[in-house]
T-cell receptor, first 116, second 116 residues
């Protein structure tokens, strides 16, 4: 079975600074996808970034980028130029890649507070 | 990204009544949808995988007779909480899979259920 571990329950960062959220996972599969989702106080789950395991290049989406270390099974999220609207719960998630119709396995989440 | 709606967003009911929650993929077809439950300040817990035209697959510990899932079309899955009790009060979230090379799950906005 796959597991996802987020070791930082809470983090804070000053506005405009950079912060990195950690995530490690465990799997014996080679074909999978990794995601970071953001859950603001509205509780809507919002996709932040997506990484295919077969791609060596780290995914980036504007101020969000990942450091994907497949051998180490590590998938950290870097948020640059942090904004107050980035305050949310962040979940790292794993999905097997056989068909896309497999459920996500979530970490416990990291609560990020951006301070003005 | 793809849009998933969920209705109702909030429901309050009396103990013993049944509540139906709808999950719709608005701009894509989803052969598979997922139902999650989230307790306050916790991660998402998978309840079941809903497959169009077939029976849902329930996670261990989830009562299939209590949480009825119907996936009647490629854009609609419903979760019915039968004979609801106060311990069923929670936040229920659905997600739908986008496949065909862009394997990703998109989430509905969630339904907050309060059973009195």
């Amino acid at each position: 079975a796959q597991t996802v571990t987020q070791s930082q329950p809470e983090m804070s960062v000053q506005e405009a600074e950079t912060v990195t959220l950690s995530c490690t996972y465990d799997t014996s599969e080679s074909n999978y996808y990794l995601f970071w989702y953001k859950q603001p106080p509205s509780r809507q789950m919002i996709l932040v970034i997506r990484q295919e395991a077969y791609k060596q290049q780290n995914a980036t989406e504007n101020r969000f980028s990942v450091n994907f270390q497949k051998a180490a099974k590590s998938f950290s999220l870097k948020i640059s130029d942090s904004q107050l609207g980035d305050t949310a719960m962040y979940f790292c998630a794993f999905m097997l890649g056989n068909s896309g119709n497999t459920p996500l396995v979530f970490g416990k989440g990291t609560r990020l507070s951006v301070i003005a | 990204g793809a849009v998933v709606s969920q209705h109702p967003s909030r429901v309050i009911c009396k103990s013993g009544t049944s509540v139906k929650i709808e999950c719709r993929s608005l701009d894509f077809q989803a052969t598979t949808m997922f139902w999650y439950r989230q307790f306050p300040k916790k991660s998402l817990m998978l309840m079941a995988t809903s497959n169009e035209g077939s029976k849902a697959t329930y996670e261990q510990g989830v009562e299939k007779d209590k949480f009825l899932i119907n996936h009647a079309s490629l854009t609609l899955s419903t979760l019915t909480v039968t004979s609801a009790h106060p311990e069923d009060s929670s936040f229920y979230i659905c997600s739908a899979s986008v496949t065909s090379g862009r394997e990703t799950q998109y989430f509905g906005p969630g339904t907050r259920l309060l059973v009195l």
